[in-house]
Protein backbone atom coordinates (compact mmCIF):
# COMPACT_ATOMS: atom_id res chain seq x y z
CA UNK A 1 0.00 0.00 0.00
CA UNK A 2 1.50 3.56 -0.61
CA UNK A 3 2.02 6.23 2.07
CA UNK A 4 2.20 9.98 2.19
CA UNK A 5 5.02 11.31 3.53
CA UNK A 6 3.52 11.52 6.96
CA UNK A 7 3.37 7.93 6.82
CA UNK A 8 -0.62 7.71 6.33
CA UNK A 9 -2.20 5.41 3.74
CA UNK A 10 -2.39 7.17 0.70
CA UNK A 11 -6.13 6.97 -0.89
CA UNK A 12 -5.69 6.76 -5.10
CA UNK A 13 -8.61 8.37 -7.14
CA UNK A 14 -9.56 6.60 -10.11
CA UNK A 15 -7.42 7.27 -13.33
CA UNK A 16 -8.85 10.19 -14.88
CA UNK A 17 -7.85 10.63 -18.50
CA UNK A 18 -5.49 14.01 -18.59
CA UNK A 19 -5.79 16.38 -22.15
CA UNK A 20 -3.00 17.50 -23.82
CA UNK A 21 -2.81 20.71 -22.00
CA UNK A 22 -2.59 18.46 -18.25
CA UNK A 23 -6.36 19.07 -17.34
CA UNK A 24 -8.96 16.32 -16.75
CA UNK A 25 -10.11 15.38 -20.39
CA UNK A 26 -14.04 15.41 -20.25
CA UNK A 27 -16.02 12.48 -21.83
CA UNK A 28 -18.42 14.24 -24.17
CA UNK A 29 -22.40 13.11 -23.16
CA UNK A 30 -24.53 11.96 -26.37
CA UNK A 31 -26.46 15.33 -27.24
CA UNK A 32 -30.54 15.09 -25.86
CA UNK A 33 -29.18 11.61 -24.22
CA UNK A 34 -30.33 12.52 -20.90
CA UNK A 35 -33.45 13.93 -21.98
CA UNK A 36 -33.91 10.99 -24.40
CA UNK A 37 -33.97 8.57 -21.27
CA UNK A 38 -36.10 10.87 -19.36
CA UNK A 39 -38.61 11.46 -21.53
CA UNK A 40 -38.56 7.97 -22.67
CA UNK A 41 -38.83 7.13 -18.49
CA UNK A 42 -41.96 9.05 -18.43
CA UNK A 43 -43.88 7.44 -21.29
CA UNK A 44 -43.17 3.98 -19.96
CA UNK A 45 -44.75 5.57 -16.87
CA UNK A 46 -48.08 6.61 -18.72
CA UNK A 47 -48.40 3.61 -20.68
CA UNK A 48 -48.45 1.53 -17.54
CA UNK A 49 -50.75 3.95 -16.37
CA UNK A 50 -53.21 4.62 -18.73
CA UNK A 51 -53.00 0.89 -20.34
CA UNK A 52 -51.87 2.69 -23.97
CA UNK A 53 -52.01 0.42 -27.08
CA UNK A 54 -50.39 1.00 -30.40
CA UNK A 55 -53.63 -0.14 -32.56
CA UNK A 56 -56.05 2.32 -33.04
CA UNK A 57 -59.54 1.91 -31.17
CA UNK A 58 -61.67 2.69 -34.57
CA UNK A 59 -59.71 -0.62 -35.89
CA UNK A 60 -61.89 -3.73 -36.09
CA UNK A 61 -59.91 -6.71 -35.87
CA UNK A 62 -59.93 -8.84 -38.59
CA UNK A 63 -60.98 -11.98 -37.25
CA UNK A 64 -64.19 -10.21 -35.78
CA UNK A 65 -64.96 -9.15 -39.77
CA UNK A 66 -64.77 -12.48 -41.16
CA UNK A 67 -67.12 -13.89 -38.20
CA UNK A 68 -69.50 -11.10 -38.91
CA UNK A 69 -69.28 -11.76 -42.51
CA UNK A 70 -69.81 -15.77 -42.20
CA UNK A 71 -72.30 -15.40 -40.03
CA UNK A 72 -74.39 -13.05 -42.10
CA UNK A 73 -73.71 -15.46 -45.22
CA UNK A 74 -74.98 -18.57 -42.86
CA UNK A 75 -77.94 -16.62 -42.06
CA UNK A 76 -78.74 -15.68 -45.86
CA UNK A 77 -78.44 -19.31 -47.55
CA UNK A 78 -80.56 -20.45 -44.18
CA UNK A 79 -83.14 -17.76 -45.16
CA UNK A 80 -82.89 -18.88 -48.84
CA UNK A 81 -83.58 -22.33 -48.32
CA UNK A 82 -86.28 -21.92 -45.75
CA UNK A 83 -88.35 -19.97 -48.31
CA UNK A 84 -88.23 -22.95 -50.72
CA UNK A 85 -91.63 -23.67 -50.86
CA UNK A 86 -92.51 -27.61 -50.97
CA UNK A 87 -95.27 -29.05 -52.73
CA UNK A 88 -98.61 -30.50 -50.81
CA UNK A 89 -98.79 -34.74 -50.15
CA UNK A 90 -101.12 -36.40 -52.25
CA UNK A 91 -103.56 -36.33 -49.21
CA UNK A 92 -103.17 -32.96 -47.82
CA UNK A 93 -103.53 -32.33 -51.87
CA UNK A 94 -106.86 -33.84 -52.13
CA UNK A 95 -108.37 -32.53 -49.08
CA UNK A 96 -106.94 -29.02 -50.04
CA UNK A 97 -108.58 -29.01 -53.17
CA UNK A 98 -112.21 -30.38 -52.36
CA UNK A 99 -112.22 -27.36 -49.75
CA UNK A 100 -111.29 -24.66 -51.99
CA UNK A 101 -113.72 -25.68 -55.21
CA UNK A 102 -116.83 -26.17 -52.28
CA UNK A 103 -117.74 -22.77 -52.51
CA UNK A 104 -118.04 -22.84 -56.23
CA UNK A 105 -119.29 -26.18 -57.14
CA UNK A 106 -122.35 -25.22 -54.36
CA UNK A 107 -122.71 -21.59 -56.19
CA UNK A 108 -123.14 -23.47 -59.57
CA UNK A 109 -125.54 -26.46 -58.30
CA UNK A 110 -127.66 -23.75 -56.78
CA UNK A 111 -127.67 -21.63 -59.54
CA UNK A 112 -128.65 -24.58 -61.84
CA UNK A 113 -131.86 -25.50 -59.66
CA UNK A 114 -133.11 -22.08 -60.05
CA UNK A 115 -132.47 -21.61 -63.13
CA UNK A 116 -134.54 -25.35 -63.58
CA UNK A 117 -137.09 -24.25 -61.18
CA UNK A 118 -138.07 -21.08 -63.03
CA UNK A 119 -137.35 -18.57 -59.94
CA UNK A 120 -137.74 -15.03 -60.46
CA UNK A 121 -135.11 -13.40 -62.63
CA UNK A 122 -134.30 -11.44 -59.68
CA UNK A 123 -133.08 -14.19 -57.26
CA UNK A 124 -131.47 -15.92 -60.45
CA UNK A 125 -129.00 -13.01 -60.60
CA UNK A 126 -128.00 -13.17 -56.96
CA UNK A 127 -127.38 -16.66 -57.77
CA UNK A 128 -125.06 -16.04 -60.62
CA UNK A 129 -123.69 -13.28 -58.99
CA UNK A 130 -122.42 -15.52 -56.01
CA UNK A 131 -121.17 -18.12 -58.67
CA UNK A 132 -119.14 -14.92 -60.20
CA UNK A 133 -117.42 -14.26 -57.07
CA UNK A 134 -116.97 -18.02 -56.24
CA UNK A 135 -115.32 -18.42 -58.88
CA UNK A 136 -113.16 -15.36 -58.85
CA UNK A 137 -112.15 -16.64 -55.42
CA UNK A 138 -111.17 -20.03 -56.44
CA UNK A 139 -109.30 -19.51 -59.06
CA UNK A 140 -106.62 -17.39 -56.99
CA UNK A 141 -106.46 -20.00 -53.91
CA UNK A 142 -105.85 -22.45 -56.96
CA UNK A 143 -103.02 -20.62 -57.74
CA UNK A 144 -101.61 -19.99 -54.50
CA UNK A 145 -100.77 -23.51 -53.52
CA UNK A 146 -97.90 -25.62 -54.17
CA UNK A 147 -99.42 -28.77 -55.70
CA UNK A 148 -97.71 -32.02 -56.46
CA UNK A 149 -95.54 -31.80 -59.54
CA UNK A 150 -97.81 -34.41 -61.50
CA UNK A 151 -100.16 -32.62 -60.38
CA UNK A 152 -99.53 -29.12 -61.95
CA UNK A 153 -100.15 -29.57 -65.35
CA UNK A 154 -104.05 -30.57 -64.88
CA UNK A 155 -104.10 -27.50 -62.41
CA UNK A 156 -102.40 -25.03 -64.61
CA UNK A 157 -105.52 -26.19 -67.63
CA UNK A 158 -108.32 -25.64 -64.99
CA UNK A 159 -106.74 -21.69 -63.91
CA UNK A 160 -106.58 -21.54 -67.43
CA UNK A 161 -110.47 -22.58 -68.22
CA UNK A 162 -111.76 -20.68 -64.87
CA UNK A 163 -109.99 -17.34 -65.59
CA UNK A 164 -111.65 -16.37 -69.07
CA UNK A 165 -114.57 -17.58 -67.46
CA UNK A 166 -114.86 -14.65 -65.25
CA UNK A 167 -116.63 -11.87 -67.38
CA UNK A 168 -119.04 -14.80 -68.65
CA UNK A 169 -119.93 -15.01 -65.19
CA UNK A 170 -120.21 -11.02 -64.21
CA UNK A 171 -122.83 -10.68 -67.28
CA UNK A 172 -125.15 -14.05 -65.63
CA UNK A 173 -124.77 -11.81 -63.03
CA UNK A 174 -126.47 -8.90 -64.95
CA UNK A 175 -128.49 -10.74 -67.55
CA UNK A 176 -132.03 -9.21 -67.54
CA UNK A 177 -133.67 -12.23 -68.59
CA UNK A 178 -133.41 -16.00 -67.62
CA UNK A 179 -132.71 -16.96 -71.47
CA UNK A 180 -129.79 -14.33 -71.12
CA UNK A 181 -128.37 -16.03 -67.60
CA UNK A 182 -128.66 -19.46 -69.53
CA UNK A 183 -126.18 -17.80 -72.51
CA UNK A 184 -123.35 -16.37 -69.87
CA UNK A 185 -123.55 -20.13 -67.92
CA UNK A 186 -123.43 -21.79 -71.38
CA UNK A 187 -120.30 -19.47 -72.38
CA UNK A 188 -118.45 -19.90 -68.82
CA UNK A 189 -118.94 -23.83 -69.47
CA UNK A 190 -118.27 -24.39 -72.93
CA UNK A 191 -118.70 -27.94 -72.69
CA UNK A 192 -120.61 -28.38 -69.93
CA UNK A 193 -117.59 -29.75 -67.56
CA UNK A 194 -114.26 -30.03 -67.14
CA UNK A 195 -111.95 -32.25 -68.26
CA UNK A 196 -109.22 -30.79 -66.05
CA UNK A 197 -110.75 -31.45 -62.87
CA UNK A 198 -111.98 -34.71 -63.99
CA UNK A 199 -108.19 -35.64 -64.60
CA UNK A 200 -107.23 -33.67 -61.18
CA UNK A 201 -109.85 -35.94 -59.28
CA UNK A 202 -108.14 -39.20 -60.70
CA UNK A 203 -104.81 -38.17 -59.68
CA UNK A 204 -105.87 -36.90 -56.48
CA UNK A 205 -107.71 -40.63 -55.62
CA UNK A 206 -110.82 -38.62 -55.20
CA UNK A 207 -114.60 -39.92 -56.28
CA UNK A 208 -115.52 -38.27 -59.73
CA UNK A 209 -117.90 -35.44 -59.47
CA UNK A 210 -121.33 -35.91 -58.30
CA UNK A 211 -123.86 -32.96 -57.95
CA UNK A 212 -125.24 -34.86 -55.31
CA UNK A 213 -122.23 -34.17 -53.02
CA UNK A 214 -123.74 -29.95 -53.15
CA UNK A 215 -127.43 -29.92 -52.47
Known amino acids: MAVDAAGQPKVMSEPQEVHPN ?3 KVVPVEPGGIMRNVVMGALVVLC ?18 AET ?11 TASAVPV ?8 R ?25 IAEVQALADATAKANQAHVAELR ?20 PAQPHWDRAALAPTREAVIEAV ?8 SEAATTIR ?13 P
Do not use: F
Open 144 to 163: AVVWPADVVPAMTALIAESE
Open 22 to 24: GGP
Open 202 to 214: TLLSLDKYDERDY
Open 48 to 65: AVSGCSTASTDEVPAAAV
Open 96 to 120: RYLDIVKPYNEALEHLEQGLNDGRP
Open 186 to 193: KAAIPGGS
Open 69 to 79: VATTAATTVGT
Open 87 to 94: PLAKDEAA
